[in-house]
């Protein structure tokens, strides 16, 4: 035709067809807003909460800005604002008055989570309570199952983790999330859960949980740094993609309902492999460390923290995520609800 890109003299010696012009569907607000594709949304959001014995208790935590250990009443009060700020689940870890060995602290049904659990249901009972199931804030020694010789036991920790996801829903928790990474530890709490007539009780599997070092924060508030050793035996090494696709597919085989993958930011080619093998939901976890870095940049002005958050939030849904656990939930539900 000779007529493309007419009106500019020099665009005739474009070798290339100037007929599509990605500019013109970015010129106004509006436009943006038509043609976005992926959304963010406060239902996508699940906010974590560390709960503590005594009353009154309301600390922050030293490296983590804005999240804070809370005793039962005043978790209770904290659930309110979540629900009212149209989240729609937590997800609950609890610091016991005692640990041991055993991790006995886990699965007694007077536990900490197991009591913060029914306090939350009976007080705002349409706020979704998502337990995780794990030992290693219960034992001395910070491993999460049992140990012996130095070694972490699979088969030996599963009647545990089985009997700590049943303890929990017994108390009300409406998701159970397993984060131990032991081998079969779906199949076991399932067919717990089952045994005890819990079988409506979905399991969200921290399925891809790599050894990271971005849960150095979560760690410090938990107090669940292993006396010894690391977790590199059972938490799988960051190098690994195919591998990841292997713990996906085995949790569903087993019986998980939901897949996670955990970290968030330096994984999302696990994420986006992850969605292509299952139609699952898809959760993702933007951990401790993860939410210090922004916090931290931001406290020193280097890093607009709403812009910032929201951002890699949105990278997080494009990447493949349905669902995000985040510190920043409640700050992204203010943040969406007047965001342009
Ligand atoms: C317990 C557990 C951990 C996190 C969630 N569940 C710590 C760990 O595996 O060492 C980390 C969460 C975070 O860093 O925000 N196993």
């Not at 503590?52 to 209770?76: A, C, T, W, Y």
């Not at 055993?102 to 007077?110: E, F, I």
């Amino acid at each position: 035709m000779g007529q493309k890109g007419k009106g500019f003299a020099s665009m005739n010696q474009f070798p290339f067809d100037t007929t599509s012009r990605a500019r013109r569907l970015r010129s106004s607000a509006a436009l943006r807003t038509m043609v976005r594709e992926t959304v963010l949304s406060v239902s996508d959001l699940i906010y974590p909460l560390f709960v503590v014995p005594g009353k009154g208790v309301r600390s922050e935590i030293p490296s983590m800005p804005d999240v804070f250990h809370h005793s039962i009443d005043l978790l209770v009060e904290e659930c309110r604002k979540v629900l009212d700020a149209g989240i729609p689940a937590v997800i609950l870890f609890g610091l016991p008055e005692y640990k041991d060995e055993r991790g006995t602290g886990a699965y007694s049904d007077d536990g900490i989570v197991q009591q913060a659990v029914r306090s939350i249901k009976s007080a705002t009972p349409e706020l979704l309570v998502i337990t995780d199931v794990c030992l290693c804030e219960y034992t001395s020694h910070g491993h999460c199952g049992l140990v012996e010789h130095g070694e972490t036991l699979n088969d030996a920790t599963l009647p545990l983790l089985a009997q700590t996801a049943v303890s929990h829903a017994r108390s009300g928790a409406d998701i159970i999330a397993p984060s131990d990474m032991m081998d079969f530890r779906i199949a076991a709490i399932r067919q717990a859960l089952d045994e005890a007539s819990f079988l409506n009780t979905p399991i969200l599997s921290y399925a891809a949980k790599y050894a990271s070092a971005f849960y150095g924060p979560f760690r410090e508030a938990a107090q669940s740094t292993p006396a010894f050793g690391d977790r590199r035996t059972y938490q799988m090494d960051p190098a690994n993609l195919r591998e990841s696709l292997k713990e996906v597919t085995s949790d569903i085989d087993e019986g998980a309902d939901m897949i996670m993958v955990k970290p968030a930011l330096a994984y999302m080619d696990v994420i986006r492999a992850v969605r292509e093998i299952t139609d699952l939901p898809l959760v993702t976890y933007n951990v401790s460390g993860e939410y210090a870095m922004v916090k931290a940049a931001a406290a020193n002005g280097w890093l607009d923290e709403r812009l910032v958050t929201l951002e890699l939030l949105t990278g997080l849904r494009r990447a493949g995520a349905d669902l995000i656990i985040t510190y920043h939930a409640l700050d992204a539900s203010r943040w969406l609800r007047n965001f342009s």
